[in-house]
Each structure stands twice: as C-alpha cells, then as structure tokens.
C-alpha cells in the first residue's frame, strides 16, 4: 500500500485530477476513504451525510439517465452530445456520491447538514490523495435532478453535494499552483 503523507501536505498538494486509469479501486480502500470522511465534524452529532458507491454497470445505468435527462431538455442535439452525457460516469472506476441528509429533528438545520457533508467529502478527497489515488469532486446539472436522485435512492429535495470520481492516478499533475488567502482574510482585533 503507498505511504500516507501528513495532513498538511495532503492539503497543500492535493489537486483534482480527470484523467484516471480504469483499474479498480479495492472495496477495503473505498470503505477506508468512507471511513476517513465520516471524521468530519457535525452538529448534534447526527451523521447527516449519505454516500452512494457506484462501479460497474451502476455508472452505465446513471448514464443512461444523465443522457435521457439530457434529450429530453435538448431533443436536437447531435447524438455525440447524448453520447457523451452517458459516458461521463464512466470517467473513473469508482463513482462516489454524497448527499446531505433532511433535518430530521427541530434543532437541526438544512445548512448545517449541508456543511458537514461536504466536509465529509473533503476529508474522503485527502485521504484518497494520501493513499495515492486521484479524485475529483463534481456536481452540474445532474446533482439537481430529480430523476438521477431517484435512482440514487434520494429523495427530490435532499441536496446532492457531490459526485466524486476515484481512481488511480493516469498521470502525475504537476503540483497545485493556488492564490495565497491574503486577500480573502479580514482581521479584526
């Protein structure tokens, strides 16, 4: 198994990488990456993200629907168009969702839940880089679909965070070039 780096260089060198080779990605590494996201913090403690593992014929089958969405909205693009919607799941081995979860109690609060999970995706994209594998976090129109969260098993109204793709690196990117924080930060005494 690779060597896992530190957090702070996971952080500082992880970078989202499209091009991934087909191999698959053991279900041990996958339930490892799952294991690291649910670390992250969330309020009242209640575990609001969902996760949805994709391989195989699964990532045709959202395909699929990602293509019929697609004619159905756009029934005079050329068939390439439709083509390449169906295939876009087939990008990497490993297709990934994660969902926030509806409040389910008073207290708790729909933004709240849609923070944690995110940092919940956020920690499965360090570890993965730590472990040596690619990923990459994306949404687009499918993430607000009905019908692709209905073949997710979610319900219309329950925010689609991501659509992470997984799998091993096809090249080595060069390293990540990111503006400083300097003109993003307030300080206030």
């Known amino acids: 198994m690779h060597k896992t780096m530190d957090a702070i260089e996971a952080i500082f060198t992880r970078k989202s990488i499209p091009k991934l080779k087909p191999d698959p990605v053991p279900r041990e590494v ?18 609001p993200w969902r996760f949805i593992v994709l391989t195989g014929a699964a990532r045709e089958r959202l395909g699929e629907i990602f293509a ?9 693009l050329p068939e390439s168009a439709y083509e390449k919607e169906r295939r ?9 969702v994660a969902a926030a979860a509806l409040p389910g109690s008073p207290k708790e609060i729909l933004t709240e839940n849609i ?51 997984l799998g091993y690196p096809a090249f080595e990117p060069a390293p990540p070039n990111r503006p400083s924080h300097h003109d993003r930060v307030t300080w206030m005494t």
Do not use: M
């Open 30 to 47: 996958i339930e490892r990456l799952l294991e690291a996201a649910v670390q992250a913090p969330n309020h009242y403690k209640v575990r």
């Open 68 to 76: 019929d969405i697609l004619r159905e909205k756009f029934p005079d």
């Open 88 to 96: 876009k799941p087939l990008r990497a081995p490993v297709l990934i």
């Open 115 to 165: 923070c944690a999970t995110a940092a919940a995706v956020q920690n499965l994209l360090l570890a993965a880089h730590a472990l040596g594998l690619a990923a990459k976090w994306r949404t687009g129109t499918p993430a607000s679909e009905p019908r692709v969260k209905e073949f997710l098993g979610l319900s219309p109204e329950q925010p689609l965070i991501s659509f992470i793709y």
